[in-house]
């Protein structure tokens, strides 16, 4: 296992099952997100590009299943020898690190915002869900030194919860470790035991029973405002970070009151409140203009900088690609077709589904009409036997009917999902 590796995925199997049949829309996928790079994903609508990534942050949603495979997420020091096999993980393990560890940008900003929650409100939810420790403490501090019966009344109470968030972080850190040392144990006693573990840690956070009985109660509930001053504090400062102008305003106006590109922005911010390790960025610029693109892509491209480790950048452009990404999966009808880094991907495509993208790209000098692939994405309910591109492809062998291709490594780093760099070539066109 490679010591720089973040993600990881094997045989990545998702499928949705509708009345009409069994929509495969994984086909045993295999990525590698390396620390600190910029991966790309491209191909056409429907390739499985957004499966892929929610598929990831399991959050794939009915009638879909993840139905097989390994996802391995490397997120920290303590997990990267051999990683974390997030399938096999609780539910509220995946709350804890979605938004934390691993944040994603979702390709419709008017349908990710809530519309009757304002902006602060919003942003101030990854804080208060990830952050609540911190937010407790600094707003003690701040309440240090200051007189008053109703101050020391809001610092005790705090205090409290803070002592029940500090325990139950413990309690997950606990159960964390044990269950990463069963992370490969596959004996009975250790399944079971990896269950019960996985049980107890979806119990719900405490609470004293003071702080419950205040928190019913609309006059003393009024001691959390010291806590809301101190989230808004930093939702406006990570507005401001992000270059959105008279952040106080923006903070209390609601989705439906900002511009496309204002909402994409505060998506971004939504995302990047926890300062997460992996951003997924799922067609972040496909709705804007090319003034409003062109400034979310300098954005994200400046926070993997100072913010975050590693991106996956999902598109349809592959000039796009070409200008921020490190390397690059081609995806067709839920396979993948070629992996390489940018540079060598666009010097030498290998897969004919990957030359045909490629040359459908207008060039800066146009002869004649532009290239385009034949037919079209094949419905996945009954794909195509063998290479799934093979009804498409104008270098088509007997094979490709009936045999899907291995996955060939051709140059370091480079490998390519085809019939045409097997050794077995007895088949020919």
């Not at 146009?366 to 034949?374: A, S, V, W």
Request: proline fraction near 5%; aromatic fraction near 6%.
């Amino acid at each position: 296992m490679a010591s720089n590796h973040l993600v990881e995925t094997e045989n990545l199997s998702t499928n949705f099952y509708t009345f009409e049949g069994v929509v495969r829309a994984l086909n045993n996928v295999a990525l590698v997100v390396d620390q600190g790079e910029t991966y790309g994903i491209v191909g056409e609508s429907g390739c499985g590009k957004s499966v892929t990534v929610r598929s990831m942050m399991r959050i794939v949603q009915a009638p879909g299943r993840i139905d097989g495979g390994r996802i391995m997420m490397f997120l920290n020091a303590e997990d990267r020898e051999k990683g974390i096999e997030i399938l096999s993980r609780s539910e509220a393990y995946m709350a804890s690190i979605r938004g934390k560890d691993v944040s994603m940008i979702f390709q419709e900003p008017g349908a990710a915002l809530n519309p009757v929650l304002s902006i602060g409100e919003q942003i101030g939810e990854s804080y208060q869900f990830h952050r609540m420790t911190e937010m407790l403490g600094e707003t003690i501090a701040a309440l240090e030194g200051k007189s008053g019966p109703w101050k020391a009344f809001a610092r005790s109470l705090l205090r409290r919860e803070l002592a029940i968030h500090r325990r139950n972080s413990d309690r997950i850190q606990t159960i964390d470790n044990e269950l990463y040392k069963l992370e490969s144990s596959t004996d009975a006693a250790s399944t079971a035991r990896k269950r019960a573990l996985n049980h107890e840690r979806d119990k719900p956070v405490g609470e004293s029973r003071l702080v419950g009985f205040v928190r019913r109660l609309p006059f003393l509930r009024r001691y959390r405002r010291a806590l809301d001053r101190t989230i808004g504090a930093h939702v406006i400062e990570l507005l401001r970070e992000l270059g959105i102008p008279n952040p106080e305003n923006v903070a209390r106006r609601y989705p439906h009151e900002l511009s496309g590109g204002m909402q994409q922005r505060i998506v971004i911010a939504i995302a990047l409140a926890c300062h997460p390790t992996l951003l997924i960025a799922d067609e972040p610029t496909s709705n804007l203009d090319v003034t409003i693109q062109a400034q979310i892509v300098d954005l994200i491209r400046e926070l993997k900088k100072t913010s975050i480790s590693s991106v996956v950048f999902i598109t349809h452009d592959l000039g796009l690609v070409a200008e921020i990404c490190d390397r690059v999966t081609v995806m067709y009808a839920g396979d993948v077709a070629e992996t390489a880094t940018v540079k060598e991907l666009f010097r030498h495509p290998l897969h004919p589904y990957t030359q045909g993208l490629l040359d459908a790209v207008p060039k800066e000098i146009q002869e004649g009409e532009l290239t385009i692939i034949p037919g079209a994405v094949p419905n996945l309910i009954r794909p195509p036997s063998g290479c799934r591109f093979h009804p498409r492809c104008k270098a088509r062998m007997d094979i490709c009917d009936k045999v899907k291709p291995a996955t060939l490594e051709i140059e370091p780093g480079h490998t390519v999902a085809c019939h045409l760099y097997t050794k077995d070539r007895s088949n020919e066109r």
